[in-house]
């Protein structure tokens, strides 16, 4: 989001927002993102979720969020399913999975 030339689309997997508290005066690009994270990540916390889409919307960035219930951090059927489905609908492709 901080790039002068934008992504086409983000997709964030069990992340976080590197300074979030920066973003805001640094912002650039704002281009459709997914964020995916399983409620039982133990690598990085899952309220990153929610932090992170709290401000990206407030932000103006098209933003969507799941929460892969039971997930630790792994990429999973479910979580590959929904990636699929939105680089397919961003890309104008049909998503097979």
């Keep these: 989001l901080r790039r002068a030339q934008p992504p086409s689309a983000v997709v964030g997997l069990s992340g976080a927002l590197a300074d979030p508290e920066g973003l805001a005066a640094e912002i650039r ?4 993102v997914l964020l995916l994270h ?9 309220a990153c979720l929610t932090s992170a889409e709290t401000l990206l919307a407030r932000l103006g960035v098209p933003v969507l ?9 792994e ?23």
Excluded at 38 to 46: I, K, S
């Design 29 to 32: 690009a704002r281009p459709p």
């Design 75 to 97: 990429i999973e059927a479910e979580g590959a399913r929904l990636m699929l489905g939105f680089l397919a609908q961003r890309f104008g492709a049909a998503a097979t999975a």
């Design 38 to 46: 399983g409620t039982a990540d133990e690598v990085v916390n899952p």
């Design 65 to 73: 969020a799941h929460a892969l219930p039971g997930v630790g951090h």
